[in-house]
């Protein structure tokens, strides 16, 4: 099952690849290989392709990572390369594997929410979000439309708080340093917003199966008016700095291309599929919530680069902004959390006059709510792909098995083949446009 | 088929029986959901892909032991392993969930990383987690746990790995709280 | 303190130790590691808002060798703890470490086979900042307690005593449930 693998001992321990004959294969199956079993792809075989490569002992195998400042975490990428040339490269993950799938059994639905935060957690409210759909599936309750509404407003606003932190560090890691004290500046007054209703800027834990934890605070609609108010110019401002400067561009374009063909077979989602030209957003094409309710565009690029990538996420900002404008306009009035009193504990002035409230709450925290027998898989569109939460019930009030289909796993399997055939100086640009999050990729 | 599944199989009681491809199709919160004998998998998954199912979502794979309230339909056998294979059309808007009954005596299916290369990461995953197997995969090694590690961490059999939740103390505190001289 | 203008030079008087203490305080330059959720936490620290460069920390290090303070900001699983000991061995002396955020210092809310159990069983630690993630001001605090500690002599006094950095027992195996791999990060002693 292991393939040979040749290695050298080094300084820095034992580094090892597999030798170039058992991957190659592999590699070019991955490339090409794989586009042409799609029904309208261009046919090509592994034998067509040729790859001018150096000897065999004229490469040199570098290894980047997992401390490095621009893999975002703990990623670690093996290249090999041919002089400045990257010919292969390998991503290896798991350095931050945390076992939250083994946790999430162990932990009463109700719990679990705390659990899935911390996966992806620049874009917190999402996990929680895709989270609470399943169970709520499961269990075939509907939940309040105010619920879903400041769902969606938070999901929005997490949208662009995502969104801004990859202009931050992609700034950085292109070497535009100033970009990321901008980057930074703004998503501090979305998380001013989000720590003001939910009590932490982080692993929020607010969306719950049943509904929100909490009610918005009063005076809600001003602060987010005034956030897209303030970031709105500013992302002209981006617009100056970075999307028209000759050197960003230069930095950018032309680099890491991917075509439609390839992003598909790879199962790669969210702007990295659209850069290259798919319109596919889940948020439009397979409306989950509100979302057909809103009118938003889905922003497309054309050559499938780094450049793409980037102005596609400065984009969906501008259309971030005008779905919270929208959403603030049609949150309801009513409950925030459903009403069901197996699911959501009873107000604490009822445990006061009420045995069975009280018996009820007490139950609720100490053996959660059983969810019916079955498995439901939900996708929704993360800043960073489809996320989507394929769940398991034994009929018990912990879940079976939760599985979380993360964008950031799915999308590294691109790197290998943006990296190939580029030059060394661009991994980073590289790395930095499909926006990993380490905690989504290894979970 | 003969196999002796501790989980009592219960057919769904559909009146029609519903298939896709040959292979029987339940419904489960509105999805489909298509049951494939192992030894067709790689036969469907290749037409449910010439049919449209072009983005292969999600691919994980389920240990069902200890479990028995999983309903299956007619025909199809429990076994411990369960992969599951979600797949997106994005022509047709659709999607289709495939679940294939992996035995705990053989736990090998074939690879469909020939097919949707997408998978290649996935099914290291699920081998790594989970011990399942994917015959044809080119790179089929850890991918989460580092190499030298033993067992499959999500199987049922496997333990939390829990530290009791107590301080801690070091060897050095432990000796001058016995009442014996330091280390 | 009057007077001193009408001196011809100015001048400070103290003894060396203090001032390499003083300046080692003001000077104290981060390695970027970050691991997990509360390296976003750390980032934003360094960033506008926050400002680390009030307490001339701004310098961010990406080598090792170049670097004070390791903040282990996040989770450190089992795969990452033998990386995580040896970018510690890179730095030079004198080191201190900032365990942020309650998986590194405790594993926090994931007491389960992948994460361990304390980074303290790594590497020596000298100030602990709790919160999942901290907060940037918890941060800022947590630093300022390492400077004042820094100032104080509090840590190099340990370690002379004990030659044990943080008085950690580190040759104790670290406990694992059931069948778990035994000994899963090498240890040593910190010098």
């Keep these: ?443 | ?183 | 303190m009057a007077g001193l203008g009408d001196l011809r030079h100015n001048f400070l008087t103290g003894t060396v130790e203090e001032l390499v203490k003083w300046a080692r305080k003001n000077s104290v330059w981060p390695n970027t590691f970050g691991l997990a959720c509360c390296a976003i936490e750390m980032m934003a620290t360094g960033a506008a808002n926050y400002d680390i460069s009030r307490f001339g920390m701004e310098v961010f290090r990406a080598s090792p060798r170049q670097a004070d303070l390791m903040i282990v900001a996040g989770r450190v699983s089992q795969k990452m703890a033998p990386v995580l000991r040896q970018v510690y061995d890179q730095m030079m002396e004198p080191k201190w470490v900032i365990s942020m955020g309650v998986c590194a210092s405790s594993g926090g809310m994931f007491n389960n086979y992948a994460i361990v159990q304390g980074v303290d069983q790594i590497v020596p630690v000298d100030v602990y900042a709790p919160g999942c993630p901290p907060n940037p001001e918890t941060l800022l605090h947590s630093i300022l307690t390492l400077h004042a500690k820094i100032q104080s002599g509090e840590i190099t006094r340990r370690r002379e005593a004990t030659g044990r950095g943080a008085g950690i027992e580190v040759a104790e195996v670290l406990p694992t449930g059931g069948d778990a791999r035994e000994a899963p990060v090498p240890v040593g002693t910190p010098s």
């Excluded at chain 1, 938070?154 to 890691?173: Q, V, W």
């Excluded at chain 1, 069975?356 to 019916?372: D, M, Q, S, Y």
Aim: hydrophobic share 40%; charged share 25%; glycine share 8%.
């Design chain 1, 1 to 443: 099952m292991r393939s040979r693998t040749a290695s050298a001992e080094t300084s820095e321990g034992r580094q090892e690849m597999a030798p170039r004959g058992a991957t190659e294969r592999a590699e070019l199956l991955r490339e090409e290989g794989a586009v042409l079993r799609l029904p309208e792809g261009p046919t090509l075989s592994p034998q067509d392709v040729a790859i001018e490569v150096a000897g065999e002992g004229e490469t040199m195998i570098i290894n980047m990572g997992p401390q490095h400042p621009s893999t975002h975490g703990v990623l670690r990428v093996m290249m090999e390369l041919d002089g400045e040339t990257v010919v292969r490269s390998k991503p290896v993950i798991g350095y931050l594997h945390t076992g939250m799938e083994k946790t999430a059994e162990d932990l009463m639905y109700i719990q679990g929410s705390t659990n899935v935060t911390r996966m992806d957690y620049l874009a917190n409210f999402f996990n929680e979000n895709v989270y609470s759909m399943a169970v709520e599936q499961l269990l075939g309750i509907e939940v309040p439309p105010r619920a879903t509404w400041i769902r969606m407003l938070l999901c929005e606003l997490n949208r662009m708080s995502s969104h801004l932190l990859f202009m931050a560090t992609n700034g950085m890691d292109v070497g535009a340093l100033s970009m990321m004290i901008y980057g930074w500046r703004e998503r501090e007054l979305v998380l001013a917003f989000f720590e003001k209703v939910t009590g932490l800027r982080m692993n929020h834990n607010f969306i719950r199966p049943g509904g929100v934890a909490a009610d918005l605070p009063a005076g809600w609609r001003d602060d987010v008016k005034q956030i897209c108010n303030l970031i709105e110019p500013r992302l002209d401002e981006y617009d100056e700095l970075l999307t028209g400067q000759p050197i960003f561009q230069e930095r950018t374009q032309g680099v890491g291309v991917l075509t439609p063909e390839q992003a598909v077979a790879l199962s790669a989602t969210g702007p990295i599929l659209r850069s290259t030209g798919v319109e596919w957003d889940l948020r439009r094409d397979m409306p989950y919530q509100y979302y057909d309710q809103l009118e938003f565009d889905v922003i497309v690029g054309q050559y499938g680069d780094a450049f793409d990538r980037y102005a596609i996420r400065l984009n969906e900002i501008r259309e971030s902004i005008k779905l919270v404008r929208q959403i603030i306009e049609l949150v309801p009035g009513g409950d925030y959390r459903t009403q069901d009193k197996k699911v959501t504990p009873p107000p604490r002035a009822r445990i006061d006059e009420s045995m069975e409230a009280l018996i009820h709450h007490f139950k609720l925290f100490t053996e959660g709510f059983r969810v019916p027998a079955g498995e439901v898989y939900v996708p929704i569109e993360s800043p960073r792909g489809e996320l989507g939460c394929y769940l398991v019930s034994d009929g018990s009030a912990k879940p079976f098995r939760l599985h979380i289909r993360a964008p950031s796993f799915a999308n590294l399997q691109t790197l290998p083949v943006m990296l190939r055939g580029g030059l060394i100086a661009d991994a980073v640009a590289i790395i930095s446009s499909i926006d990993p999050v380490m905690g989504d990729v290894d979970r």
């Design chain 2, 1 to 183: 088929m003969s196999d002796e599944a501790e989980t009592p199989t219960e057919a769904t009681a559909a009146p029609e029986p519903e298939t896709l491809h040959g292979c029987p199709v339940t419904w489960s919160a509105g999805q489909q959901v298509l049951h494939v004998p192992r030894e067709r998998y790689s036969e469907v998954m290749l037409a449910l892909a010439g049919e449209g199912f072009d983005l292969c979502s999600d691919l994980c794979a389920v240990d069902y032991a200890g479990s028995s309230s999983r309903s299956l339909p007619d025909g199809i056998s429990a076994e411990r392993f369960e992969v599951v294979v979600n797949l997106t059309s994005m022509r047709h808007r659709r999607r289709v969930r495939v679940r294939v009954q992996v035995p705990d005596a053989d736990p090998v299916v074939p690879s469909l990383f020939a097919v949707w290369p997408g998978t290649e990461a996935m099914e290291r995953e699920a081998w790594d987690m989970l011990g399942v197997a994917f015959d044809g995969h080119p790179d089929l090694t850890r991918i989460l746990m580092p190499d030298d590690w033993e067992g499959h961490p999500l199987r049922k059999d496997y333990p939390v790995g829990r530290v009791p939740v107590q301080f801690k103390a070091t060897a050095r505190a432990a000796a001058d709280r016995s009442g014996t001289k330091g280390a």
